[in-house]
């Protein structure tokens, strides 16, 4: 019992991290009914740029390096909206769902080009792991599971006692009806894109400490992120973190019974079985932030 309770505890905190990832693409869709598949770099640029600042020459011990490395990785969000998105808001859809896939691999080759194509780690000094009555848990997953929390509740916060949410919420629920109440659209998108960038690149650098950075990095875990998204109900940002937990539970639950070379199969398999049975979700929701 002790093991699968191990596996438990495990998916819980890297659901923690796939619902960071969720939320961000689950914003962004909420508000513009727009996926944007390169939400998969903002993850890889998060880590690598994390890398780059606490290495040589710059050196920056890590809590330092991840301030700059979030901060760029928003505005290389920021910027896929504005310089790309917003002038082709108003054509076809699939105009859209092309240019996030072209940015896409345009983002990872950049990637490629200046860091090349192998696998990555940061240089972590050894540590030992912390027992919790018969519990194994590492510190690094610790700071996974409270940095993913404090992400969360800000977010809570932002939505439900700013201003801002309620202009969130209201554009999410009719983004024309919003705009003639003089809700400001402008900086709608920029609070939308922003949070969904730094979501993407503080879940990046959380998951590249606990394990490696790699070009397409970002890619395999915008798949986990599209299934905790479905699960949820697309445009539903609470829906999008169960689901996010959701898909991390199984995951290592499924350890116990297969392969772990299987575990992103898990994710592939809920989003095959929802689009059959169940395309809006558990929680049946296609509108709104909430």
């Known amino acids: ?5 191990q596996l438990l505890l495990n998916g819980v905190i890297a659901g923690s991290v796939y619902a960071l990832f969720a939320v961000g693409l689950t914003l962004v869709y909420g508000v513009f009914r727009f996926i944007n598949f390169a939400h998969a770099e ?4 998060g880590a690598y740029l994390t890398l780059m600042f606490s290495s040589p020459p710059v050196s920056w011990p890590l809590c330092l390096a991840v301030i700059p490395a979030v901060l760029l990785t928003a505005f290389i ?3 896929q909206d504005w310089f790309i998105y917003r002038p082709l808001r108003r054509g076809s859809p699939i105009t859209l769902l092309i240019a996030s896939i072209g940015l896409s691999y345009m983002l990872r080759n950049v990637l490629r080009l200046i860091w090349g194509s192998d696998l990555m780690t940061f240089s972590l ?10 519990y194994y848990v590492t510190g690094i997953q610790l700071l996974m599971l409270a ?20 202009s969130l919420r209201a554009t999410a629920d009719n983004l024309e009806l919003a705009a003639i109440m003089g809700v400001s659209m402008p900086k709608v998108s920029a609070v939308v894109w922003t949070l969904a960038s730094v979501f993407a690149a503080a879940g990046g650098i959380l998951l590249a400490l606990d394990t490696n950075l790699e070009p397409m990095m970002g890619v395999a875990n915008l798949i986990k992120a599209f299934a905790a998204v479905l699960l949820g109900g697309a445009g539903n940002v609470w829906g999008a973190l169960l689901g996010g937990l959701f898909i991390g539970i199984a995951e290592n639950l499924g350890v116990a019974f297969f392969s772990p070379g299987y575990k992103d199969f898990v994710s592939f398999a809920v989003i095959f079985l929802l689009l059959l049975f169940r395309p809006r979700g558990i929680f049946g929701l296609l509108t709104g932030v909430r």
């Open 1 to 5: 019992m002790s093991y699968y309770l």
């Open 42 to 45: 903002l993850i890889s640029w």
């Open 77 to 79: 969000g920021f910027s």
């Open 125 to 134: 000094p050894l540590a030992r792991g912390f027992e919790f009555s018969g």
């Open 147 to 166: 940095a993913a929390l404090l992400f969360l509740m800000i977010l809570y916060l932002l939505l439900t006692k700013s201003l801002m949410g309620k």
